[in-house]
């Protein structure tokens, strides 16, 4: 079983940055695609973005690229998201995901608890 501690979320005007941090513990993730999605309320959960395990590929959703970036520290078991340029339609609950890859939610098995991002205007 693998567990996820997620932060880094918080309360930002739009413009500005927030970096998301996932650490796993359990098991190792190295193995894994980690991915991010989001859901705002009354919308369904989204993909966000994703890594491979060695971090040579990565794929963004259309409305985030150029915006975000993900990356990943296997030493570590953590997985970052960094949001710049953040604008309000970005205010959703974060999650962060370990899977196979894809970009669907039925590609990762293992899911974070989340993290609120609030972007105001």
């Known amino acids: 079983q693998v567990q996820f501690v997620e932060s880094g979320g918080g309360l930002v005007q739009a413009g500005g940055s927030l970096r998301l941090s996932c650490a796993a513990s359990?098991?190792?993730?190295?193995?894994?695609?980690m991915g991010w999605f989001r859901q705002a309320p009354g919308t369904e959960r989204e993909f966000v973005a994703r890594?491979?395990?060695?971090?040579?590929?990565?794929g963004y959703a259309d409305s985030v690229k150029g915006r975000f970036t993900i990356s990943r520290d296997n030493a570590k078991y953590t997985v970052y998201l960094q949001m710049n340029s953040l604008k309000p339609e970005d205010t959703a609950v974060y999650y962060c995901?370990?899977?196979?890859?894809?970009?669907?939610?039925?590609?990762?098995?293992?899911w974070g608890q989340g993290t609120q991002v609030t972007v105001s205007s």
């Open positions: 890594i491979n395990y060695g971090g040579s590929r990565t």
């Open positions: 995901a370990a899977g196979r890859g894809g970009d669907r939610i039925r590609d990762y098995d293992y």
């Open positions: 359990g098991r190792t993730v190295s193995d894994y695609t």
